[in-house]
C-alpha cells in the first residue's frame, strides 16, 4: 500500500521530528488508514535535557493539524493515550 495525501503528510511531520527535538530518535512506526503508532528514543544520558514526551506529542499534532487543516478537515481525536515504554538505563 501507498500513503495517500494525508498520510503523506504524517511521515513528512513524523520524519522532521528529530529536527525539532534533537534528543529524539525515531523508532518504529505504523501508519494506518486513519490512526498512527509510532516509537520514539529520548536520550537517555541527557535526562535533565529532554524533551517531555507530551511536548513531543504536542508538537506533532500541532504541525500535522496545521497542516492538515489549511484542506479545511480535522485530525486528531479530542483524547491521545500515550503509552510510555519504559527501558533500562546505563
Known amino acids: ?3 495517500n495525501a494525508s498520510g503523506e503528510l504524517i511521515l ?3 520524519q522532521s521530528l528529530p529536527k525539532a527535538f534533537p534528543l529524539v530518535s525515531l523508532d518504529a ?3 494506518m488508514p486513519n490512526h498512527f503508532h509510532a516509537l520514539v528514543t529520548l ?3 541527557d ?3 529532554n524533551p517531555s514526551m507530551s511536548a513531543v506529542v504536542q508538537w506533532f499534532k500541532t504541525v500535522t493539524t496545521k497542516r492538515y487543516t489549511q484542506g479545511g478537515a480535522s485530525t486528531w481525536m479530542a483524547t491521545v493515550r500515550p503509552a510510555l ?3 533500562q538505563l546505563p
Open 1 to 3: 500500500m501507498h500513503p
Open 47 to 49: 535526562v535533565e535535557t
Open 12 to 14: 513528512s511531520a513524523w
Open 85 to 87: 515504554v519504559a527501558g
Open 29 to 31: 512506526f505504523v501508519l
Open 43 to 45: 536520550a537517555a544520558e
